[in-house]
Every structure is written in C-alpha cells, then in structure tokens.
C-alpha cells in the first residue's frame, strides 16, 4: 500500500527588537534569571501593553518579502490560560486579524525544481517565560526574561509531502529572515523554533487523515528525523488497523521518537477575544512603501542576478545566495577581482572554503580567508602568476594565516615560470636523463606523454605553467 | 473649613489664608474622628501626606501658584500607589505594596496634589454597595444604616462627610456617579480614554474610566485638568486636546438643548421621591433657559445585559494574573501547581468577584462566544450608535442617575440581580464611552437625590458648564451629611 504525507510547519521565529513587543524592557539572550522583566512583562496589577513599532516593522518586511497581503487593519487578542511562566495569564496574540496573511515561498527541491508553498498567516505575538524544573528540588523556577519577547508565528499550508521539503521550507524561511534582518535566527537560544503538523492517507484518498502536532523540534535535523518517525509511526499505526488520535507529540531527540503531551480532550478552551487594552492596528500605505524600501535584496533576487549578471550556474548561484553572510563574501570578493572572474571565486568559495570551513566546523563569518584574501589569490591565478595547482599551496598557507596571497607567493617563490626558454630547458634537461621512455615514446608509446609532463613540472616544483609545458614537450617530442 | 470647595481653599492657599500642611492636619484630624463611623478609608498616609504638604507649602513659598499645589485629596484604593498598599478592596492584594504610581496620581502629584490616604471600595470595583470589599461595608453619611453606592463607596462617604475635599474614583458602570448621587456629591466620568487608566487596577478595560468626585462641578474641572491628555503608557488614551475646563462654566446654558430619553422616563422602578427631584432638575435648568426635548434611545433596555457580558468577559481575563505565583495572596501550604491556583483564588477573591469571572469565562467559551460576547459587542455597537444620533438634535442628555436612593445596607447584598438593576441609568455612557457627571438634585426622605447629565464623546467642558450654572442657582450641593460624633 503507498502512503503519502500531508504537513504543514508552525515556526516561531523571534524579532530582533531591542525592546519587547509591550514593554521598554531588554530582549538580550542569556541575562540572570529575572533581571529583563519590567512590571508589564511581571504582569503587575495596573500596567498596560504599549506596542512596539519597530516588532512591526520587522513583521511588515516579512509580510512585504514574501507578497502576502498585509490587511489594512489587525487585531490583538488575549489567548487565556493559567501557566506560572504566563504572568498575566493571558498572552497577547493575533487571532481572527493578523498582520500578514496570503503570501508564497518558493522552496527549491533536490532535482533544482522550485516548488511554491503557501503561507496562510504571520501574526506578532509575546512570548511566554521559562519554567525551570531541575535544580529546585522538587519546586519550579521561574525565568520571565524571554516573557513578552516579540515573535511572530508563521503557519504554513499544508503544502509539503515530505521531511526533505520541510527541511528546504525551513532552510529558506531561516536564511530569509536573516536576509531581513528581522531575526538572529539562533535555533539553540530558540529564536526559530518549528511545530510539525503531519498527517498521513492511502494514495489516491482526498480527504485528510488525522493529523499530529509535534512539537519542540529545534534543528533542521531534528525537524527531518522528527517528521520521518511520525510518518512511518502514523503509517505502521493505520496499517495495523489502529487510528491516528489527533494530539500534541513532543520530539525527543535523545531517543528520536515523538512523545504525545496532551490529547484534544484535554485541550484547553483558549477563549481568545480581542485585548480591549490595545486599540486594532492600522496599517496605512505610507507605512507599507516606507518598509517596502527598506527590503534588501531577497535571496532568489540575488540568485537570479548571479546566475544573469554573472553567468553562475543556476546550482552555484543557489548556494551562495542561501546564505546572507556567503553571498556578502562572495559579493566581497568579486568587487576585487571583477566579474570576469566570478566564476572562478564561486568555484573557489564553494569547493575548498566551503570544504574547509565545514571540516573546522566554522561558519562563514569565523573564515580565516577573507574574501580580500581570496579575491587576492583569484587576482594571481588570473594573470598566471600561478597555477590552479599552485593556488592550493597559497590557500592552504592563508588558512594558516601567513597573510596575503602576494606575500604567500613571494616568502615561498611559488610565481609561475612562464619563461618559453627557461621551460625549454627544463624540457630538454627531461628528455636527456631519460633517454630509454624518449626512445619508446618516439617507438609510439604514447601514453608516456603524461611522465614526461610529470618529470618537468616535479623538476620545477610544479612552478611552470602546465599549458606551456606541454606544447613545448609536444614539438619537441 | 470643612464646607469650603478646592476653589475656595486654593484661593486661601494663595493668599496664606492657611498653610497646606494646616489643611493637611484638618483633614487627617477629622478622618481619625469621623472616619470609625463610615470605614472610608482603607489606609491613611498621614506621614506621607504631611511631608507632601510642607513641600508643598515650600513650593508656594517660593511663588509657585498652580491651583492643587497643597490641596488634600484621597485615590481609591484602585490606583497604584508607589510604596503604598495597593489592594483594589481584596485580600488578595492585602500585602501588596504597589512598585509605582498610577498616571492619574502621578500627575496630582505633579500638581502638587496632598495624598491622605486610600479609599475603600467593592472589591475590584465590582458592586454598587461597597459591601464586597474585603476591608467590610462603607456606612453612608446621610444615614449609617444605608449604603453609599459603590464601587467608589469610600470616595462618596468621605466626600459627603468632608473627610477630604475631593476623592478619586473610578467608573465602570456607574461607580462614581452612582456613589456620588447616593452621597450628595458631584461625581465626574470623563470620556473612555480621555484619563490614562495605567497603574489603575483593571477591571473591565473598556469600560473603566478615571474621575473624580467633589463638592461642586466647578472643582471637577479643576481636578480634571491636570489629568486629562494622552498618556504614552496607555495606548487606549486618546490624543485630543485638552481644553481648561474652567475657562467655560460661566458660560451661559441659554438655549442649550437638553434631550429626556423617553426610555430612562418610564417611572417604571423608580423611587416617587427620585422622580420629583428630578423633575425639580429640569424646572431649573428650564429656568437657565436650557430647551428640554423627548429623545428615543431605543436600546437602553439592553444595556444592563450587554454590560453583564461585556463586562465579566473582560475582568474573568483581567483577573488572571492574580494567581499566588508572583505577588498578592497565596494559599498556604500549596500541595500542587493547580492546588496554589485553585486554592489562591478560591480563598483570595470574595463571592461577587468569582460571580464575575465565573460568568466571564463562560461567555467567552468556545461554543458561547458568539451568542454571548460577539452579540454583547454588536449590541454595544447599537447602543453607541443610539447617542450619537441623539447628539445630532440635542447638546445633553438628561437621566436620573439611580432610581433610588440609598438603600439599606444588606438589603440586596444577597440578591445580585437587584443590586445589579441600580446602576441601570448609568451603564450606558460606559457601554458607549461616554462623559457624564452627576449632581446632587435634592432630596428624598432626607436622602440625597442626583440627576445625571451625559455629553457626546470628549465634551466634559459642556458637561461642567451646565452643572455649574445649575449649582449657582440651588443649594443641594453645599448641603454636608449632618456627622456627629458622640
């Protein structure tokens, strides 16, 4: 029997505001317990909610950047229920109203397709508090530093079929709001975090099955394994004749196995209303065109221009733009060399800095190589001064940090030997230490073509410039 | 000095006729006497108050001259109050010591204004007897026997009895104009939004509204001016401007059109004394040459429903954060995390709170939403709408504030559905956000009587202006409940 898989992604990504979504209070990461929770985020008797603007704005360049439609009004709304990290026993939300609702993003498949997933909704939302269970001795601590950071949760329709289209769905979405500058994106400290719908039915069924809401899932991996468990357990499930009970599962990667928290009769009645302490939030065009100018270049813009302008593959333009800070040090390095030697740097970026970088397990940003450093090196091979061969010796010495290209170049006497007459001799010097391969190759062993190159470029220290070795062991030969 | 309002006792202050910490003294000298016969109030600052006063009193020497600078008032005990308890009448805010001022106190301080103390009320100003507050039952001035309206009960009573020149409080439903016209004060609600509600313990946020309660119109607009204006913290503070509100009660009222909403004229419920009194009204304002002209407001039968959902929908929300967790009262010895709720709130809040947010939750339940709160909300929609066609053919509307006197104390504490109907003439200017004010009209068996005045929305200087001229020509107003201490 074949199944398919029906899932739809909650992710919460957090707003890199300085302040929180209704208070003044700081929104840094890692701060003493309870030391970033003014009285509004306390929920102390009295106090009021004041919306912050630039959460908003941030909103607004998500909604902008994946053409959704932003209404002209939205509505926050209390979302009840008792909880200690919850102070005011409410979390304000948006609820029949959001900010942004309707938009697309487009995902890129494994065989280079482009798959469009839709977006039913992003709305702005506080976070709760963080409740502390170890080390309280049987009691619970209470952090309320995270309690009204701003978020905004971005549902999607149930548009993707498998754990491999999540992940891209994620993987864009992560590298979009980096572009934006909306969100740090920092999935450890929790800034992007996923919920997981997945339903499973027979081929061919149109209706939906029961779906799962799995929870907790903090990396693209763990998002993978976690979807590709509940399929097959949904699966194995429904083809022992059992039923999917609609539920929310926790993700536990230490086993990687789903979990269920809570079932829907247990679930909670919200009771969500509008919060008569915020009046609805308008959006009028001028404010729409002032965040609209403020878009950079998304990342399919710059995908499309690499591939146009600078005659990238559609693959390579793919992977240097999926990154905000690659595709900067890309754009970096190619303002040295020009764009005639583009695609030698992307060459370069994503075979032996990527290679190396993910060896060391360091990002981008923590590159020994600078992309002047390797525009540097780019500049060299360019103009002959060294080989391709050469190159990886002058790489290999920057990553160690012995400075530029030019003074790896000069300290090791790595320059190309392009001098036709020192290349002859060179040549000539080959073929009179071995006189028995000449005799055999002028007998028509030609395959020793490759020693003879060998032997000059090995007497050279593999300084002469390969083409012209070989033409001159051509006509000599 | 007791009979003296804030503009006469301003003008002394001025001309040091005496000093703000003699009138300090006065004040608290006559709450320690009178105040073990009304339990008015729940704290007295008689420290704080004092230091107030002589820094005030400094300020003046030093020519500053605003018009509260050293005046005594007291605040409900809903507002915050930096370092000062802060219980909103509930146990469970008995040990809690507000971190900061409410804007409404702030800026009576910044005013100049003397704070005597913290004024009883119903608990979380739900009640119009003030016989739900934790801190027991406020005694009217008029007759102990009896109520003085709630939820500002502690506000009207030691109003009535001159305890201070002026109390604050606040309305959600009537809370000060109910207590006002049951005490024989005058009582103001400014528009929704035109006083900051921040560090005022909510109650129903689309419905509370901060103002005040005096002895004369005339010192309403005075204590109105220093805190209207949009408050940056509030986001429901409306950003209009703010007029001086005394720069208009002279004005003649000649001609002002008064509408009689046919619906609040009915008789139906209404006490015979009342009706007389305010019959009384209106020959006299008839006499200032106001033009009085029958109005329909053809929704006001549903405004007591309507305010029963709107309203404990909000506080069943407002209220969640008393739960034992952070601050306020906690049970003792918590077996478990739904133990410390249940029991917290159980033995925290009084019976009329938990009513509400009984109620409250089940209104906004899945399944109950739309028939309840979604139609509570349409209807209020209609109700607005009502005014504002009232106000294209006439200036002010012209109500009974209650339809009845004070009643016993006791006497429909156990009836919920009773006590409920007395604020029915006042629940439509919060259902629709109105300005009203209250003003005494005479009496009924030696118990006060009030009318009631509502305006279109941010029109408080029309409001004052037609309560002024009323009170330059009668007397109700002057008249101090008879106290006497054996």
């Known amino acids: 029997m074949e199944w398919e898989a029906t899932i739809g992604l909650e992710v919460h990504v957090q707003l890199s505001t300085k302040s929180k979504l209704f208070s003044g209070a700081p929104t840094a990461y890692g701060a003493e317990p309870n030391t970033q929770a003014c009285f509004i985020d306390l929920g102390f008797p009295g106090v009021l909610p004041v919306l912050n603007r630039d959460a908003v704005m941030k909103a607004l360049k998500f909604g902008l950047s994946i053409g959704a439609e932003i209404p002209p009004y939205s509505v926050f709304s209390r979302k009840n229920y008792f909880y200690p990290d919850l102070p005011k026993g409410y979390q304000i939300s948006q609820g029949d109203h959001p900010i942004v609702s309707h938009g697309v993003l487009n995902i890129r498949l494994d065989n280079g397709e482009s798959k469009p997933i839709r977006i039913t909704r992003a709305h702005l939302e506080e976070d709760a508090g963080k409740s502390l269970h170890e080390d309280f001795h049987g009691q619970s601590g209470i952090d ?128 969500y209303f509008p919060d008569p ?28 221009r690499f591939v146009t302008e600078l005659d990238l593959s559609d693959y390579d333009a793919n992977i240097l733009s999926s990154q905000r800070e ?54 060299r091979i360019s103009d002959n001064t060294i080989s391709g061969k050469i190159a990886k010796t002058v790489f290999e010495a920057m990553w160690q940090g012995e400075g530029s290209a030019d003074d790896v170049i000069a300290k090791q006497g790595l320059t190309q030997i392009t001098d036709d007459s020192a290349i002859q001799q060179a040549v000539d010097e080959i073929l009179t230490s071995y006189p028995t391969q000449l005799a055999e190759y002028r ?24 083409q012209q070795v070989n033409e001159v062991l051509k006509k000599k030969l | 000095m007791s009979h003296k309002t804030i503009a006469e006792l301003s003008a002394d202050l001025a001309q040091k006729k005496c000093s703000s910490v003699e009138l300090t003294r006065y004040y608290l000298q006559r709450i320690k006497t009178l105040d073990p016969l009304l339990n008015s109030f729940i704290t007295v600052t008689e420290e704080k108050a004092l230091a107030q006063a002589a820094a005030a009193d400094e300020r003046r020497a030093k020519g500053e001259n605003m018009p509260l600078l050293g005046i005594p008032i007291a605040h409900k005990d809903i507002f915050c109050t930096e370092g000062i308890k802060t219980t ?40 119009s007897s003030n016989e739900t507050s934790y801190y027991g039952a406020v005694k009217n001035p008029w ?48 528009t929704y939004g035109r006083v900051s509600r921040f560090g005022m313990i909510a109650f129903a946020s689309s419905l509370d509204q901060a103002g005040m309660l005096a002895a004369t119109a005339e010192d309403c607009a005075i204590l109105l001016n220093p805190i209207a204006g949009h408050d940056p913290k509030d986001s429901t503070s409306l950003d209009q401007p703010v007029p001086d509100y005394t720069a208009t009660l002279n004005n003649s ?76 009262y906690r049970c003792e010895d918590p077996k478990n995390l739904l133990d410390l709720y249940e029991r917290s709130r159980s033995e925290g809040f009084g019976e009329e709170v938990k009513r509400r947010i009984i109620i409250g939750t089940y209104v906004l339940s899945a399944g109950y939403y739309d028939a309840f709160y979604l ?16 106000f294209k053919e006439v200036d002010l509307v012209l109500a009974p504030t209650t339809p009845s006197t004070a009643f016993k104390l006791g006497e429909k504490s156990a009836d919920p559905l009773s006590m409920y109907l007395s604020d029915i003439f006042t629940i439509s200017a919060n259902l629709a956000g109105l300005p009203a004010i209250s003003i005494p009209a005479g009496f009924a068996e030696g118990l006060p009587v009030g009318v009631q005045l509502l305006a279109p929305h941010f029109q408080e200087a029309k409001l004052l202006n037609a309560a002024h001229q009323f009170q330059q020509v009668t007397d109700f107003h002057q008249k101090i409940a008879p106290l006497n201490v054996e």
């Open chain 1, 144 to 271: 309320l530093n995270r309690a009204g950071t701003p978020l905004i949760e971005i549902v999607s329709e149930p548009d993707i079929t498998s754990s491999a289209e999540a992940v891209a769905y994620l993987k864009t979405l992560h590298s979009l709001v980096r572009y934006l500058e909306i969100s740090d994106g920092n999935m450890q400290e929790g800034s992007f975090r996923c919920d997981a719908n997945v339903s499973v039915r027979r081929k061919g069924e149109t209706k939906l099955g029961t779906r799962t809401e799995t929870k907790n899932v903090n990396s693209f991996r763990f998002v993978e394994k976690a979807i590709e468990y509940e399929i097959s357990r949904q699966i194995s499930v429904l083809e022992s004749g059992g039923e999917i009970v609609q539920e929310t599962r926790l993700y536990d990667s230490a086993k990687n196995e789903t979990r269920p928290m809570r079932s829907k009769e247990e679930a909670t009645d919200y009771r």
């Open chain 1, 277 to 304: 302490d915020l009046l609805p939030l308008v959006i009028n065009e001028k404010w729409l065109k002032d965040v609209k100018e403020t878009l950079p270049e998304l990342p399919w813009e710059k995908q499309q």
């Open chain 1, 326 to 379: 690659l595709a900067n040090y890309f754009e970096q390095a190619i303002k040295t060399t020009g764009k005639t030697a583009a695609k030698l740097t992307a060459n370069w970026i994503i075979g032996d800095l990527l290679g190396a970088l993910n060896k060391n397990n360091l990002d981008i940003a923590r590159s020994p190589i600078s992309p002047d450093q390797l525009a540097g090196m780019i500049a």
């Open chain 1, 443 to 466: 007998a028509g062993k030609e395959s020793l073509f490759g020693f003879f190159v060998g032997q000059v470029m090995k007497a050279t220290k593999g300084k002469a410039n390969p």
């Open chain 2, 88 to 127: 909103s009448g509930s146990k469970m805010l008995d040990n809690f010591i507000a971190p900061y001022d409410a804007t409404v106190v702030t800026k009576y301080k910044e005013a100049g204004v003397v704070c005597l103390g913290k004024l009883n009320m119903d608990e979380f100003a739900m009640g």
């Open chain 2, 143 to 190: 007759d102990l026997t009896r109520v003085p309206g709630g939820s500002s009960g502690g506000s009207s009573a030691a109003m009535a009895a001159r305890l201070a020149p002026a109390t604050t409080g606040t309305d959600t439903g009537g809370s000060i104009r109910q207590p006002a016209a049951l005490c024989g004060v005058t009582g103001l609600k400014p």
């Open chain 2, 253 to 328: 009222i000649g001609g002002m059109t008064i509408g009689l909403p046919k619906e609040y004229f009915t008789g139906e419920g209404m006490d015979a004394g009342v009706t007389k009194a305010v019959e009384a009204a209106i020959a006299q304002f008839k006499k200032l040459g106001a033009v009085f002209k029958e109005i329909s407001l053809p929704t006001t039968d549903l405004c007591v429903p309507t305010y029963y959902v709107v309203a404990p929908a909000e506080c069943s929300s407002n209220l969640s954060r008393f739960d034992g967790v952070r601050y306020g």
């Open chain 2, 375 to 390: 139609k509570a909300q349409k209807i209020r929609r209609l109700i607005s709408n009502d005014f504002e066609a009232a």
